[in-house]
């Protein structure tokens, strides 16, 4: 794992995905601070791949909140009460015996509807079930270069709607679902509100673009009627959820893993019924989409 030879400078090695999307990191130690050199290393690996994992970092609490403030200042987590005396992170716990659908079953990207959605997820695992619990990921730069100059021109002056509405409104799916469930979470009218972001948002350090809805938190177009809206988000999310777009990420214990909700959406899968799943997330704040 180390490369260290005489207190020469630490190279991390990355290694991408067969697709190019998404990367394994390996040869550094999240839990002590890291030198600048290597953290502008991981920092261009996530802007470049999308989403980094990094195996074998069994972090403390305090040490993946240290990490994530080397990536940036917290993002501001709504709707789920976080952990006593840790504000900036949330506890994802769905204990054996739970019945409740599992957290984020849907395709999203996080926060979407806030006026600045986080630039980063950072998510670190701590018991991993047997089975399922896989986290996938659509790659949404890609999804938008492989439409037609055309689409990609009609799509250019649109503003999509975001809202948190239909998870966590007052009539939400986890406003209305009966089977209980470990995780705090907080529906409220205050939810319902709405935020217009660009429909293909360029990357602030790539320059690249990139498709930014989601079924999840995309409820319209605006300037188009309902159905107009239904039609062409539809085909947009038909679209994007092609094999050919998705990385499926499966989880060792004592991982850590970061995604870039700029440009990627995702959805977490179950499929671990009788099993608990235990893991805890930051989000690093990010800039208003352009
Ligand atoms: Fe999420």
């Given at each position: 794992m180390s490369d260290e030879a005489g207190g020469a400078q630490r190279t991390i090695a990355v290694a991408p995905q067969p697709t190019g999307f998404g990367a394994s990191i390996t040869g550094l130690d999240l839990a002590k601070?890291?030198?600048a050199p290597v953290l502008g290393e991981v920092k261009a690996a996530w802007a470049r791949h999308g989403v980094v994992a990094f195996p074998g970092q069994p972090l403390s609490l305090d040490a993946l909140e240290a990490f994530t403030l080397q990536m940036g200042p917290f993002g501001k987590d709504p709707f789920i009460k976080p952990m006593a005396g840790r504000p900036n992170v949330l506890e994802l716990r769905r204990e054996a015996d739970e019945k409740a659908t599992?957290?984020?079953?849907?395709?999203?990207?996080?926060?979407?509807?806030?006026?600045?959605?986080?630039?980063?997820?950072?998510?670190r695992s701590e018991v991993i079930p047997p089975v399922g619990g896989d986290t996938l990921f659509c790659d949404c730069t890609r999804a938008y270069e492989a439409l037609s100059p055309t689409l990609q021109a009609m799509l250019a002056p649109l503003q999509a709607i975001h809202s948190a509405a239909r998870p966590y409104g007052a009539q939400g799916s986890f406003a209305k679902e009966t089977?209980?469930?470990?995780?705090?979470?907080?529906?409220?009218?205050?939810?319902?509100?709405?935020?217009?972001?660009?429909?293909?948002?360029?990357?602030?350090?790539?320059?690249?673009?990139?498709l930014f809805i989601s079924p999840v938190y995309t409820v319209g177009v605006e300037g188009l009627t309902g159905a107009e809206s239904d039609a062409i988000l539809g085909?947009?999310?038909?679209?994007?959820?092609?094999?050919?777009?998705?990385?499926?990420?499966?989880?060792?214990?004592?991982?850590?893993?970061?995604?870039?909700?700029?440009?990627?959406?995702?959805?977490?899968e179950g499929g671990y019924d009788g099993h608990l799943r235990l893991m805890h997330r930051t989000t690093v704040a990010g800039d208003t989409p352009v």
């Open positions: 601070p890291l030198p599992n957290f984020g079953a849907g395709w999203h990207s996080d926060w979407s509807f806030q006026d600045q959605p986080p630039a980063a997820t950072i998510l089977a209980q469930r470990t995780m705090q979470i907080i529906t409220s009218i205050e939810a319902e509100k709405t935020r217009t972001h660009p429909l293909v948002r360029t990357h602030p350090v790539t320059g690249k673009k990139a085909y947009l999310f038909k679209h994007m959820v092609q094999d050919r777009f998705i990385c499926r990420h499966r989880w060792q214990a004592g991982m850590v893993l970061m995604w870039d909700n700029r440009r990627t959406m995702h959805l977490a």
